[in-house]
C-alpha cells in the first residue's frame, strides 16, 4: 500500500495549488482519508479529512480556504488551496486509515512521503 503526495511547489501569497494524493495497492474508497501539514520548526498538525458520504472535517484556521475533495474512480485525494498566506508554508502529508481520531497524525495507519508548499510575499 503506497500514498503518494504531489503538487506542492513556490507560490505567491494571494495564490492558490492543488495539491494530490495518489493511493494504490488498495481502494481507499471507505475509509477515512486526511492531509496535514509540517511547517518549519513546528509540529505535524491536521489540516483536512474525508470519508465515506462525502463528510468533509476542517482545521479551523483553514475553513473557508482549503478544500478536501476525493475522486474514488482514481483513488485520489485532493487539497485545494485558495488565498494562500505565508503561514500555510510547510510539508503537506496525506494520510489514510485513521484507527482512532482523523484529527491525530498518530492514528493513521498509512502515509505519503511529502510534498513542499513554499508561499512567499
Known amino acids: 500500500v503506497q500514498l503518494q503526495a504531489f503538487g506542492g511547489g513556490l507560490v505567491q501569497a494571494g495564490g492558490f495549488l492543488r495539491l494530490s494524493c495518489a493511493a494504490s495497492?488498495?481502494?481507499?474508497?471507505?475509509?477515512?482519508m486526511g492531509w496535514f501539514r509540517q511547517g518549519p520548526g513546528k509540529e505535524r498538525e491536521f489540516v483536512a479529512a474525508?470519508?465515506?458520504?462525502?463528510?468533509?472535517y476542517y482545521q479551523d484556521a483553514v475553513k473557508g480556504r482549503f478544500t478536501i475533495s476525493r475522486d474514488n474512480a482514481k483513488n485520489t485525494m485532493y487539497l485545494q488551496i485558495d488565498n494562500l498566506k505565508r503561514e500555510d508554508t510547510a510539508v503537506y502529508y496525506c494520510?489514510?486509515?485513521?484507527?482512532?481520531?482523523?484529527?491525530?497524525?498518530?492514528?493513521?495507519?498509512?502515509w505519503g512521503q511529502g510534498t513542499q508548499v513554499t508561499v512567499s510575499s
Open positions: 494520510a489514510a486509515d485513521p484507527s482512532g481520531s482523523y484529527s491525530a497524525p498518530g492514528t493513521y495507519n498509512y
Open positions: 495497492g488498495r481502494s481507499f474508497s471507505s475509509i477515512i
Open positions: 474525508i470519508r465515506s458520504g462525502d463528510y468533509r
